[in-house]
T-cell receptor, first 113, second 111 residues
Framework: NAGVTQTPKFQVLKTGQSMTLQCAQDMNHNSMYWYRQDPGMGLRLIYYSASEGTTDKGEVPNGYNVSRLNKREFSLRLESAAPSQTSVYFC????????????FGPGTRLTVT | GQQVMQIPQYQHVQEGEDFTTYCNSSTTLSNIQWYKQRPGGHPVFLIQLVKSGEVKKQKRLTFQFGEAKKNSSLHITATQTTDVGTYFCAGPQGGSEKLVFGKGTKLTVNP
């Protein structure tokens, strides 16, 4: 039982490049989330998916797109990376929404130069 | 929009001292959750409080939910070096499906 897995662990991009961050969970959870964490800013929600086939914007969605490929997988895409997107990205999942605990993946450390 | 504030932002203690972090919401919360993130790690769920005035204990950690369900606290008795990390509170955003996290309190412990 791996929990929540994320790939890659580290990534360096040049401004304007694109990439997709992958996330998968094996806990049969309905809800999945993408957060970014910047120093002193805590965790900020980018997008979330309450169930397979649905997605919704969080606090900081600009510059990102998401795909809930199936119940297990939730990907985050940066179409044209900018230095302001340098951050640590965490994927999380939960059985339901706000009344359920969230399980986080190990994170992806992204640097945009 | 809803805000979840945490104080202090940083706390440095000597091993064996007590530690408390406070969480305040601008709106009434249906529940509040606490997470711990070790340096270089990911957030890990600690506990959820639901009832007004609720108090829960986990060994040396005591969690409280305020009577008005707008504030919460985490108290650690006799800190140890294993307590090092950042502690976050999080509450639901209004009637939505989103959790709003506080900015966290970073605890360092001097052995």
């Amino acid at each position: 039982n791996a929990g929540v897995t994320q790939t890659p662990k580290f990534q360096v991009l040049k401004t304007g490049q694109s990439m997709t961050l992958q996330c998968a969970q094996d806990m049969n959870h309905n809800s999945m989330y993408w957060y970014r964490q910047d120093p002193g800013m805590g965790l900020r929600l980018i997008y979330y998916s309450a169930s397979e086939g649905t997605t919704d914007k969080g606090e900081v969605p600009n510059g990102y797109n998401v795909s809930r490929l199936n119940k297990r997988e939730f990907s985050l895409r940066l179409e044209s990376a900018a230095p302001s997107q340098t951050s640590v990205y965490f994927c999380a999942s939960s059985s339901g929404t706000v009344q359920y605990e969230q399980y986080f993946g190990p994170g992806t450390r992204l640097t945009v130069t | 929009g809803q805000q979840v504030m945490q104080i202090p932002q940083y706390q440095h203690v000597q091993e064996g001292e007590d530690f408390t972090t406070y969480c305040n919401s601008s709106t009434t919360l249906s529940n509040i959750q606490w997470y711990k993130q070790r340096p270089g790690g990911h957030p890990v769920f600690l506990i959820q409080l639901v009832k007004s005035g609720e108090v829960k204990k986990q060994k040396r950690l005591t969690f409280q939910f305020g009577e008005a369900k707008k504030n919460s606290s985490l108290h650690i008795t006799a800190t140890q070096t294993t307590d090092v990390g950042t502690y976050f509170c999080a509450g639901p955003q209004g009637g939505s499906e989103k959790l709003v996290f506080g900015k966290g309190t970073k605890l360092t412990v001097n052995p």
